[in-house]
């Protein structure tokens, strides 16, 4: 993807060779057969999602369960994607945008929503803030995922620190727009606890989701602001969700003692006009 902007600033990839493959083929490699393995069981009725749960571990652990979402919206008409992550590395106040104009990853470049940006700037809470995205990868290793299943497309990746998920509420309602608009919510679900504790705890946590309550802990989603945000907006705007995908650590790269769990959920505005 390119950009009209002179001498445009980049933010390169951090964590490629650790979260995912640095190499380009081997990368593409990946993806592609982790999105031919995904079969997400997709109601005919309903069209490409509004918002997508997804995790956000390195890919051997949840690179599948991540491919099921991404299956969901392959050559969807998706022009703008607003990808909301939690703050790993930096803790701040609020929510952080980016101090540049482009996310590089193995794959190519994405140029980020300029004007988007600019009226995100004018709502609370809301930042620049370069260090909480340097080494952030929470939402960095969406965006191979992204570039391989949608066509042109332009970013607004949001660093979400300390604040309540009101605030964060707000946001995507400002950004809601029309079915080009799309919501990628990155969130892993408990972590280190046993196989089968993992499993109990998550599964109580996806019911939440689908039920679309609004309490998720932290312990529960280390995403859980940006995933009880994205509840109150579901609760208002009568979204239908659906599980795509379920599996922990334990199921795919790791061992049994202690895992992290993943779920890749689906929220779709109902166009019928009932709840």
């Known amino acids: 993807?390119?950009?009209?902007?002179?001498?445009?600033?980049?933010?390169?990839?951090?964590?490629?060779?650790?979260f995912y493959p640095g190499a380009?083929?081997?990368?593409?490699?990946?993806?592609?057969?982790?999105?031919?393995s995904a079969?997400?069981?997709?109601?005919?009725?309903?069209?490409?999602?509004?918002?997508?749960?997804?995790?956000?571990?390195?890919?051997?652990?949840?690179?599948?369960?991540?491919?099921?979402?991404?299956?969901?919206?392959?050559?969807?008409?998706?022009?703008?994607?607003?990808?909301?992550?939690?703050?790993h590395r930096v803790h701040f106040y609020g929510i952080a945008?980016?101090?540049c104009d482009i996310f590089e990853t193995p794959l190519g470049q994405i140029?980020?929503?300029?004007?988007?940006?600019?009226?995100?700037?004018?709502?609370?809470?809301?930042?620049?803030?370069?260090?909480?995205?340097?080494q952030e990868h929470s939402l960095e290793v969406q965006l191979p995922f992204l570039q391989a299943v949608l066509d042109d497309f332009e970013l607004l990746p949001l660093c979400i620190g300390a604040v309540e998920p009101d605030a964060v509420a707000q946001l995507i309602e400002a950004l809601w727009g029309s079915e080009e608009t799309l919501f990628v919510i990155s969130s892993d679900l408990s972590h280190f606890l046993t196989y089968d504790e993992a499993r109990r705890v998550d599964l109580q946590s996806i019911e939440i989701i689908l039920g679309r309550q609004t309490?998720?802990?932290?312990?529960?989603?280390?995403?859980?602001?940006?995933i009880n945000a994205l509840l109150k907006v579901a609760q208002r705007r009568g979204l239908k969700a659906q599980l795509l995908d379920y599996r922990n650590s334990g199921d795919t790269a790791g061992d049994r003692n202690r895992v992290v769990g993943y779920a890749s959920i689906a929220f779709f505005e109902n166009r019928s006009g009932h709840d």
Do not use: W
């Open 1 to 18: 993807m390119h950009t009209s902007t002179p001498n445009p600033t980049i933010r390169r990839a951090a964590v490629a060779d650790m």
């Open 24 to 36: 380009s083929d081997e990368l593409c490699s990946f993806i592609n057969h982790a999105l031919e």
């Open 39 to 87: 079969s997400p069981d997709l109601p005919e009725d309903l069209a490409t999602p509004k918002a997508i749960i997804v995790p956000h571990a390195g890919y051997i652990y949840s690179g599948l369960t991540a491919a099921f979402a991404y299956a969901s919206i392959k050559h969807a008409a998706i022009k703008r994607v607003v990808l909301l992550g939690p703050a």
């Open 97 to 99: 945008l980016p101090d």
């Open 111 to 134: 140029r980020l929503a300029a004007e988007a940006m600019q009226v995100v700037l004018q709502q609370p809470d809301v930042e620049l803030n370069r260090s909480a995205h340097a």
């Open 215 to 226: 309490y998720l802990s932290h312990d529960q989603a280390c995403g859980g602001t940006a």
